[in-house]
């Protein structure tokens, strides 16, 4: 009886050992973090990627791979700085519609954007721009932005 009662102790005690040293992932009554919350900061540029099409038919994709020092910062004002080594400084405004598109206004026109990934560390966006021209054809540019922290 008194090995059983040894045993039992033991027992209990790693129990108690093992359940108090986890660690807890938020603190109780935590918020998780809204789209506007998480989008703020400074992000830099991994990847984009262009896709043109003319008349649904995929045309040309480019795609460009960040170079270190390119970035994208959304500020909590709703404005964004973003620079590229090949274009330089350039700056806008954006807005979270929900937690899944946002709109991005550059240079007086204004974009909306599905937001694809967002995370801590990574986020991706995609933005559509359609147009026709005089002769009827139709052309689409779906850009993907890929950034990271």
């Known amino acids: 009886m008194k090995n059983f009662r040894v045993q039992f102790f033991l027992i209990a005690l790693a129990f108690v050992t093992v359940f108090s040293a986890c660690k807890k992932d938020d603190a109780p009554g935590a918020k998780p973090k809204t789209t506007a919350e998480k ?8 990847k984009t ?46 807005e979270i519609l929900n937690e899944s598109s ?15 990934k967002l995370d801590e560390k990574e986020f991706t966006f995609t933005s559509t721009f359609s147009e026709t021209d005089d002769d009827g054809t139709n052309y689409k540019v779906v850009a993907t932005f890929e950034l990271a922290k």
């Open 39 to 46: 989008v703020v900061g400074k992000w830099n540029i991994k």
């Open 102 to 116: 946002m709109t991005i206004t550059m240079d007086g026109d204004k974009l909306t954007a599905k937001v694809e």
């Open 49 to 94: 990627t262009i896709r043109t099409y003319v008349d649904e038919d995929l045309f040309d994709t480019e795609e460009d791979n960040g170079v270190a020092g390119d970035y994208v910062e959304f500020n909590n004002n709703k404005t964004y700085v973003s620079f590229t080594k090949d274009d330089g400084l350039d700056s806008g405004s954006y």
